[in-house]
């Protein structure tokens, strides 16, 4: 039979230990508590102290009398089932800290289901299976540190960067041994160092490639912030750079997260991501760069048609804003549609749909919680602030995003791969118009997915950096 979902039976000792509803209610709004230490309190003694059940249900099993999505574990937290032994418990709990509890327990029924991965598995040989496509996995290059970023050029050669600060070139599956000489130096520290490459898509005949990478402050502060150039590369080096997006060093940020950032062109547009610098509530804050995704023309000029460039104080490039640390963007060959993955705290990553001046809620809203397992907010949605069309707790780290171009595998023409991190999964996604209609995992611990491109060979290539070990880019090839 079917267990209840949550019957936290500890009502009759709550109100002897605090004194009845009015003095919880009291000490729920004051409470800074992590959301484990909230459960060992008044959850554990009946559903165990590992969330393995005891004198009420398991909550790793799946097995959900009322339900186990967010929504319905919130109402199940707040209004109880009293008839089964399980009191309400919102007269002991904020709304925030209610919010921590699902995250807290989705998070940890999903890291006990789908263990994150320590260390990658080796590449299976012989013919994978998929919905749609059988496949096979062939190694492009490798001996790479942590490639963060792939970009083809039209004569088929493949730019890498790697973030401790290389630009390498693979030259038709053979990587080149001299990496390009007199790149911009990045800040290497944390999550900064050599980020994003791309090409023109007009390099045919200007030859500019483009790279995002971390920039030292002009001090000793330890500031930092994303900056994004152009240059040339002429026999083997870096020339004729150009910067097309940055802001006055003496403005940069302390410390060296939350870089973002992801180059993307549409038509005459340049679209980048920055992220927050760890300063969530800056941003909902227009006159601040970071926390926002950004449009520009291909030279760095701002498009008069922008939707803050006559707001006073605001950067006029801000496309969108509310947003912790985006880490995929992509165009949709159909619809046109500007799509981004975004990093949330614990729980809470997203796949936003990004339209013009929208606000997409950080941190004012998030599905997600504080690493120290306190709660960021009592809300997941509010008016005037965007939804995710998809989001993910617990997080698994969502990393880049792209739409498969080519016609290798023309079952997956036009849909969405998706990589991430922490799980090291890889997935297909079937988006049609706003809405993602199916969703399939392809394969999983086989590195830390950084990037996935189309190939003017039509073949999807990945980026993978491998945990304790050089990182290598990988290609799927039709098995048929």
């Known amino acids: 039979m079917p267990r209840p979902s949550l019957r936290l039976c500890l009502g009759w000792w709550l109100a002897a230990i605090f004194g009845g509803v009015m003095t919880l209610s009291a000490w729920a709004q004051t409470s800074t508590r992590d959301a484990s230490q909230i459960y060992a309190q008044f959850c554990a003694d009946c559903h165990g102290q590992k969330l393995e059940g005891g004198k009420a249900g398991s909550l790793l099993d799946n097995i959900w009398k009322h339900g186990g999505s967010a929504a319905e574990l919130t109402s199940s937290i707040q209004h109880g089932f009293p008839l089964d032994g399980m009191p309400a418990f919102s007269p002991a709990l904020n709304d925030a800290e209610i919010q921590a509890m699902v995250v807290f327990i989705t998070e940890t029924r999903g890291r006990v289901g789908n263990p994150q991965a320590q260390s990658a598995e080796p590449l299976p040989a012989g013919v994978q299976p998929s919905e749609l496509h059988s496949y096979r996995i062939e190694s492009v290059a490798e001996g790479l ?5 792939l970009a083809f050029l039209p004569d088929g050669r493949m730019l890498v960067t790697e973030r401790p600060g290389r630009l390498r070139v693979i030259d038709h599956g053979r990587l080149q041994a001299a990496p390009i000489t007199e790149i911009p130096r990045p800040v290497v520290r944390d999550e900064g160092g050599l980020l994003s490459v791309v090409a023109d898509p007009d390099f045919a005949n200007n030859g500019w490639v483009y790279l995002s990478f971390s920039d ?5 502060a330890e500031t930092a912030m994303t900056k994004i150039v152009r240059g040339q590369i002429k026999d083997g080096k870096w020339t004729d750079e150009q910067t097309i997006f940055r802001i006055p060093a003496r403005q940069y940020p302390k ?9 993307v062109f549409q038509g005459d547009y340049l679209y980048f991501t920055l992220g927050d610098r760890d300063l969530p509530a800056e941003a909902q804050d227009l006159t601040k760069p970071w926390g926002k995704t950004h449009r520009v023309f291909h030279d760095g000029s701002v498009p008069p048609d922008n939707p803050f460039v006559h707001q006073p104080g605001a950067v006029s490039s801000i496309w969108t804003y509310g947003h912790r640390n985006q880490q995929g963007l992509a165009i949709d060959p159909i619809t046109g549609n500007l799509w981004a993955s975004e990093h949330g705290p614990r729980g809470g990553d997203e796949l936003n749909l990004l339209r013009k001046g929208l606000n997409y809620g950080w941190p004012v809203i998030t599905y997600g919680m504080n690493y120290d397992g306190t709660a960021i907010t009592d809300h997941t949605g ?19 995003i792209g739409f498969y171009r080519g016609d290798r595998f023309p079952k997956w023409k036009n849909n969405l791969f998706i990589g991430s991190l922490a799980q090291q999964e890889f997935w297909r996604f079937v988006v049609d118009g706003a809405r993602v209609t199916h969703r399939e995992l392809i394969f999983k611990h086989l590195g830390r997915i950084r990037d996935v491109v189309t190939g003017p060979d039509g073949l999807l290539y990945i980026a993978l950096e491998i945990p304790g070990h050089p990182g290598r880019i990988i290609r799927l090839v039709p098995a048929d």
Do not use: H, K
Not at 145 to 149: A, K
Not at 255 to 263: A, T
Not at 387 to 400: D, F, G, K, L, N
């Open 145 to 149: 540190e942590v490639p963060w970023s």
């Open 216 to 220: 030292a402050g002009d001090d000793n």
């Open 255 to 263: 410390g060296y997260m939350g870089f973002g950032c992801r180059l």
């Open 382 to 400: 509010q008016a005037g602030m965007e939804q995710p069309v998809v989001y993910w707790t617990p997080s698994i780290a969502v990393s880049q």
